[in-house]
């Protein structure tokens, strides 16, 4: 009777067991969808006008045949802080370029409050960082609410600008580089003797795709490049059910990382249909389609494996007052909404790199704000001495004044 026992008992634990390990495994990484406000989504909408608007404009002054590779977003969100401290037409002015007017102080300052710490845990196989950070020189005076719209809305780093050019220069080098993993570590070579403020946003993005390429299918194929050539690159290919959008013009595929919060989307003109007329054609309603309009099929999908790296900085400054931004970057511009001294935008630089492999997609960006005196801080005119006749000098203990060598010269 006992070893019965033994033996039943035995095989409810065993059932037990093996009724728990056909428990399935619950997914703590379920894609969930960022819970926004109705004027929040219309501010997400502008914030891709302006991508496109702006990208649009940058490409009409590059080499016909440059690549291209940025984040108008990072470059949106630094000068939209820079705005915080915008008063009156230059505000006006600044928020009209960004696409961002109509919108009260609040609504803007809210959507990034929100976004901000959204997109960076939405997806958590998935990486996306987001770091804002604000510098000024000691010789001026920042006003306690700017800072604090920044730390509050932007969450961003409120930093002292060294006097010493260069290693003012490191220490926001360093900064960018450590936001962006290592792939931007270089942002400005020096900061001049009246740049009194600098803004910086980075972006660092760092996604496996949700199905991965085979490494054993890449293999060398030709690329025709944009000005008749071609080019030998690495082709990674992949067959599987995906999401295509079939255009007149192009075709778009959709590949997703992570548990799919993110994904990449590619636009493919049609042989014989120039790239350029397809990306001219691109706006905030063609995009929708492009996202939503297609259905899943399967594909063959053959996608080269790349790097690229872009940077500008006086053609974003040309781009942004071919927007409207003009105003900020004259001296009669009005940023006393951050110091009670004259500032004007001085210096813009953006910096973007992206890796695409089989594992999936490394990105990062660098958006760079700084920030000039209009008119030079008053200063006391300097005392002129100088030794030209018979002088008297002498050497001193400095605690107690006792003069331990002293003399008198009339003549050399």
């Known amino acids: 009777m006992k070893m019965f026992t033994v033996t039943l008992i035995a095989a409810i634990m065993l059932f037990n067991n093996c009724n728990k390990k056909a428990e399935p495994q619950k997914d703590d990484n379920v894609r969930k969808n960022i819970e926004l406000t109705e004027t929040q989504k219309d501010l997400c909408r502008t914030a891709n006008e302006f991508t496109f608007d702006f990208m649009k404009l940058l490409a009409g002054k590059e080499d016909k045949d440059a690549n291209m590779f940025a984040s108008p977003f990072s470059l949106q969100t630094v000068l939209a802080m820079t705005a915080e401290g915008a008063v009156g037409d230059t505000k006006t002015e600044m928020l009209k370029a960004l696409r961002l007017s109509g919108f009260s102080e609040e609504d803007i300052a809210g959507f990034y409050r929100t976004l901000i710490p959204a997109l960076q ?212 511009a009005d940023f006393s909404g951050i110091s009670n001294v004259a500032l004007y935008i001085s210096q813009i630089i953006h910096k973007a790199k992206v890796k695409v492999n089989e594992e999936g997609t490394e990105a990062a960006a660098v958006s760079y704000v700084g920030m000039d005196l209009a008119t030079a801080i008053p200063r006391d005119k300097p005392i002129e001495f100088k030794v030209d006749r018979p002088y008297i000098y002498a050497i001193s203990e400095v605690s107690t004044g006792a003069i331990t060598f002293i003399g008198i010269q009339k003549q050399f």
């Open 121 to 332: 845990s939405v997806d958590k196989k998935t990486v996306m960082e987001i770091a804002n950070s604000f510098w000024s020189k000691e010789v001026i005076v920042v006003k306690d609410d700017y800072a604090a719209k920044l730390q509050k809305n932007y969450y961003a780093e409120c930093k002292t600008l060294v006097n010493d050019g260069f290693d003012a220069a490191i220490a926001m080098n360093d900064w960018c580089s450590k936001k962006t993993h290592g792939m931007i570590d270089h942002i400005v070579d020096q900061v001049s003797e009246e740049q009194m403020v600098a803004l910086i946003n980075a972006l660092y993005f760092k996604g496996e795709w949700s199905d991965k390429f085979n490494e054993k299918y890449s293999r060398k194929e030709k690329f025709n490049n944009h000005d008749g050539s071609t080019s030998d690159v690495t082709m990674m290919r992949r067959t599987d059910d995906m999401f295509v959008v079939l255009g007149e013009d192009a075709w778009a595929l959709t590949l997703p990382y992570g548990n799919r919060a993110y994904r990449m989307t590619v636009i493919l003109p049609k042989e014989g249909v120039d790239v350029d007329a397809v990306f001219e054609d691109l706006d905030v309603d063609s995009w929708k389609e492009y996202l939503h309009g297609g259905y899943e099929r399967e594909v063959v999908l053959s996608l080269p494996k790349f790097e690229t790296e872009y940077s500008a900085s006086d053609l974003c400054i040309q781009t942004l007052k071919e927007m409207g931004l003009k105003k900020a970057f004259e001296r009669s």
